[in-house]
């Protein structure tokens, strides 16, 4: 009798897999809330620095004139819109909303498209 069991895939059978939406959306909202621990690290960072002295706030203001800076800027301030979104999502599907799999998906294309106009809007109001 042969039995019915998990395979462990290795990395290059990753590829393989294919992945609905709502996956897509819940594996983004993970993503965007590792992105947003060390998003407070750097803020706080940068906020420690702009607070000690005019000097110190000068040095900030002259990180945020560079485009490296600007580019971390916009990936926090995407992060954290897109885990807000995903999070209103979740919070509608704990109330009984969005359950099923059409609809779970339409959810989620929902948000990834929201959070992408978002994302284009604050790209065009840093740069």
């Known amino acids: 009798m042969k039995k019915q069991r998990p395979v462990n895939l290795g990395l290059?059978?990753?590829?393989?897999?294919?992945?609905?939406p709502a996956a897509y959306a819940s594996l983004l909202h993970r993503v965007s809330g590792v992105i947003m621990v060390f998003a407070?690290?750097?803020?706080?960072w940068t906020l420690s620095i702009s607070l000690s002295s005019a000097q110190g706030f000068s040095q900030i203001q002259g990180y945020l004139d560079?485009?490296?800076f600007s580019f971390i800027i916009f990936g926090c301030?995407?992060?954290?819109?897109?885990h807000l979104l995903a999070g209103i999502r979740h919070l509608c599907m704990d109330m009984g909303h969005f359950e099923e799999l059409a609809s779970g998906n339409t959810s989620a294309k929902i948000v990834m498209v929201i959070w992408l106009v978002v994302s284009v809007v604050i790209g065009v109001w840093l740069w």
């Open 12 to 20: 290059k059978d990753l590829a393989t897999i294919k992945m609905h």
């Open 40 to 44: 407070i690290g750097i803020l706080l």
């Open 66 to 68: 560079g485009l490296f």
């Open 77 to 82: 301030l995407s992060a954290l819109t897109y």
